[in-house]
């Protein structure tokens, strides 16, 4: 099992950043995979950034390309998206998400609790 307890998420004004956090705990060593997704109102959740859990090969939506990055600090298991230049239509409840597997390589996903981001115009 693992864990995930979101952070960070508020009210900013259109041009302002913000960063999210996402720490992860239990079986981390598992982990393989990292991600953020976004959901707005009425809408089922959409892809942000994806990468290894190394932080290398990372994938990114073309709305966000540019603007936002996805890290993560090792020594802490915290997986991290630092969203610039945010803009009105980035408004949207975020969660973040792990892939792990099992010792017979099945993959199991999980997700954090979410975190209001608001941007105002």
């Known amino acids: 099992q693992v864990q995930l307890v979101e952070s960070g998420g508020g009210l900013v004004q259109a041009g302002e950043s913000l960063r999210l956090s996402c720490a992860a705990s239990?079986?981390?060593?598992?982990?393989?995979?990292m991600g953020w997704y976004r959901q707005f109102p009425g809408k089922s959740r959409e892809f942000v950034a994806t990468?290894?859990?190394?932080?290398?090969?990372?994938n990114y939506a073309d709305s966000v390309k540019g603007r936002f990055t996805i890290s993560r600090d090792n020594a802490q298991n915290t997986v991290y998206l630092q969203m610039n230049s945010l803009k009105p239509e980035d408004t949207a409840v975020y969660y973040c998400?792990?892939?792990?597997?099992?010792?017979?390589?099945?993959?199991?996903?999980?997700w954090g609790q979410g975190t209001q981001v608001t941007v105002s115009s």
């Open positions: 239990g079986r981390t060593f598992s982990i393989y995979a």
């Open positions: 998400t792990v892939r792990s597997h099992d010792s017979r390589l099945r993959d199991y996903d999980y």
């Open positions: 990468a290894t859990w190394s932080g290398g090969s990372t």
